[in-house]
C-alpha cells in the first residue's frame, strides 16, 4: 500500500469492507428515523410550506395535476413552487393514499441513503475511521435528523445531492461500460434534484467533474470538462417535458418553477432584514398590481426587482451580508417545524434545547472543515494560514457566514489541488453556490441544509489519516 500499488484482491476487500460499513450506517440511520417517524405520523401535521406541498401533492395522485383550486372554485395550473418534491410524494398517495407520514417515510429512506453517501464521500480521500465518523455525524446530525418529519423540500434535496456524489465516485471508479450506464443515471438523479430544487443544476459540472476527472486532475482535465457538460445536459433533458409542459400550460417557458421573480423582489425589502418577508410587505410595484396570471407576474416582479435594483444597488448590496447571516448563523429549522405543526408536543422549550444542539454540531463541523483544508494545505503560504485562523475564530463567534465565506476564499486558491480533492471540492462548490445565490435573493437557516452532507464528509477527513496515494476509489 505505501508504494501506492494495490492488488486487485486488495480493491476487493476493501470495496465488501466499504459495503458493509454503508449498509451498517444507512441501517441505522434508517431506524432513527423511522423512531422519529413513528413518532410524528400522528402527531406532526403539514404546516408552512408543507401544507402546499401536501396539497398539490393530492391533486396530482388524483390525476388533477400540478393544479390548484381556488376558493371561488376555480382551477388554474401552477408552477410557483418546483414539481419535484410534490411529484414524488403524489407518486406515494396515488398508491397508499394522501397520508403525510408517507412523506416522512420517504424523508427517511433518502437521509439513511444520505448517510452511505456521505460515508463515500469521506472515504475518496481519507482512510475508513474518517469514513465511518462521517456517516455518523450525518446519522445523528440534530438538523438532519429531527427535520425529517417535516413534508419540506431540504432534506430530500441534501439527500440526492449526497448520493449523486456517491454515485459520480462509483463512475469514476473503472473505465468500463458500466461507466457510462452510472453517467446517465447520475444524469438523471440530477434532474431530479433539479426538479426539486432548481438551484441544484449550478452543481451538476462538478459532479460531472468528478465522475470523469477528479483526482487525476493533471491526465484527465478533457475528460473531466466532457463529463461535466454530460452530466449538466443529461440533467437539463431531464426537466425538459416539464419546461414543455410550462410553455404550454403557463404562457412561459420556465424550466421548472415560476417564483424567481418573487424571491428576487423580495430580496430587495429592508423590512425582511435578510430573510423571507411577505410580498405585501417588501411593497408590490405599480406595474404588477393588476397582472394575476402567475408566470406573467413572476416576469413583472423580476422585472420591478431589477429596477429596485438600478435605482440603489448599493443599498441592495448592504443587504447581501444580512443574507448571508441569516443563512449561515441562523439554526433552529426542525424546530421552527415542528412547533408550527404541533406546539402542543414541541413547545417552545424543546425548540431552545434542539436549536442549541444544532448550533454545537454545525459549528463543530466547520471547525473541522477548516482543519481538513488546513491539512490539505500542507505548507500554506502565510496569507491563506492567516485566512484559515481569522475563520477559525469566526466560526467560534456568532460571524459563522465570514467563516464560510473565508473558507471558500481559501479552498479556490488551492488550484488544481482542489480539484483534486473530492471531499474538499463538493463542500466548497456547495457552500459557494449556496453563499453566492441566496447574497443574491434571501436568506433563512433551510437554505443552507444542502450544504450539510458534503461539509459533513470533508470534516470528518480532518480526524485520521488520508489515503495513500493511489487510483480513485
Not at 37 to 57: C, F, L, M, N
Not at 215 to 241: D, E, H, M, N
Not at 277 to 283: F, K, L, N, R, S
Amino acid at each position: 500500500m505505501s508504494s501506492g500499488v494495490v492488488s486487485p484482491q486488495e480493491k476487493n476487500d476493501e470495496r465488501r469492507t466499504r459495503c458493509r460499513d454503508m449498509v451498517v450506517l444507512a441501517s441505522s440511520a434508517l431506524l432513527f428515523r423511522c423512531v422519529l417517524v413513528t413518532w410524528a405520523a400522528s402527531r406532526i401535521v403539514p404546516a408552512e410550506d408543507g401544507k402546499y406541498y401536501h396539497v398539490v401533492a393530492s391533486r396530482i395522485a388524483r390525476g388533477l395535476g400540478y393544479t390548484w383550486l381556488w376558493p371561488d372554485g376555480a382551477v388554474t395550473y401552477a408552477a410557483h413552487y418546483p414539481v419535484g418534491y410534490p411529484a414524488l410524494l403524489g407518486g406515494l398517495y396515488a398508491l397508499f393514499g394522501p397520508r403525510p407520514w408517507l412523506g416522512m417515510a420517504l424523508n427517511a429512506l433518502l437521509g439513511s441513503l444520505a448517510v452511505a453517501g456521505v460515508y463515500r464521500v469521506a472515504a475518496s480521500y481519507a482512510g475508513r475511521r474518517s469514513a465511518v465518523i462521517a456517516g455518523v455525524l450525518a446519522a445523528v446530525h440534530p438538523t438532519l435528523l429531527f427535520y425529517t418529519p417535516a413534508l419540506m423540500t431540504e432534506i430530500v434535496s441534501a439527500s440526492l445531492l449526497a448520493i449523486s456524489a456517491w454515485l459520480a465516485l462509483a463512475a469514476a471508479e473503472r473505465e468500463s461500460g458500466c461507466k457510462t450506464i452510472k453517467v446517465i443515471g447520475l444524469g438523471l438523479l440530477m434532474g431530479i434534484a433539479v426538479l426539486v430544487r432548481p438551484q441544484q443544476l449550478v452543481l451538476a459540472p462538478v459532479l460531472g467533474w468528478v465522475a470523469y476527472g477528479a483526482q487525476r486532475v493533471r491526465t484527465l482535465w478533457k475528460q473531466g470538462i466532457a463529463g461535466a457538460i454530460a452530466v449538466t445536459a443529461l440533467s437539463v433533458t431531464s426537466c425538459l417535458p416539464w419546461t414543455v409542459r410550462n410553455c404550454e400550460r403557463m404562457g412561459r417557458c420556465m424550466l421548472v418553477s415560476a417564483n424567481a421573480g418573487w424571491n428576487l423582489l423580495i430580496g430587495t425589502a429592508e423590512a425582511g432584514n435578510g430573510a423571507w418577508v411577505a410580498v405585501d410587505q417588501v411593497g408590490i410595484p405599480v406595474a404588477c398590481r393588476t397582472v394575476f396570471d402567475e408566470a406573467k407576474k413572476d416576469v413583472c416582479f423580476g422585472d420591478g426587482a431589477l429596477a429596485r435594483i438600478r435605482e440603489a444597488p448599493i443599498h441592495w448590496m448592504t443587504l447581501m451580508p444580512k443574507k448571508l447571516e441569516r443563512t449561515f448563523d441562523d439554526v433552529g429549522t426542525p424546530g421552527w417545524y415542528l412547533h408550527s405543526s404541533n406546539w402542543q408536543v414541541f413547545p417552545e422549550s424543546y425548540k431552545t434545547v434542539l436549536g442549541a444542539s444544532e448550533v454545537l454540531f454545525e459549528r463543530g463541523i466547520l471547525l473541522l472543515a477548516l482543519v481538513a483544508l488546513l491539512r490539505v494545505s500542507g505548507r500554506t503560504p502565510h496569507w491563506r494560514f492567516g485566512l484559515i485562523l481569522v475563520a477559525m475564530a469566526c466560526a467560534c463567534a456568532p460571524w459563522a457566514w465570514v467563516s464560510v465565506l473565508l473558507f471558500v476564499v481559501a479552498s479556490l486558491s488551492l488550484g488544481l489541488r482542489l480539484l483534486e480533492n473530492v471531499p474538499l471540492l463538493l463542500a466548497t462548490a456547495g457552500l459557494g453556490t449556496t453563499a453566492v445565490i441566496h447574497a443574491v435573493f434571501f436568506g433563512g437557516a433551510r437554505y443552507a441544509i444542502v450544504t450539510l452532507p458534503w461539509t459533513i464528509a470533508l470534516a470528518a477527513c480532518a480526524l485520521g489519516p488520508r489515503l495513500p496515494a493511489q487510483e480513485p476509489v
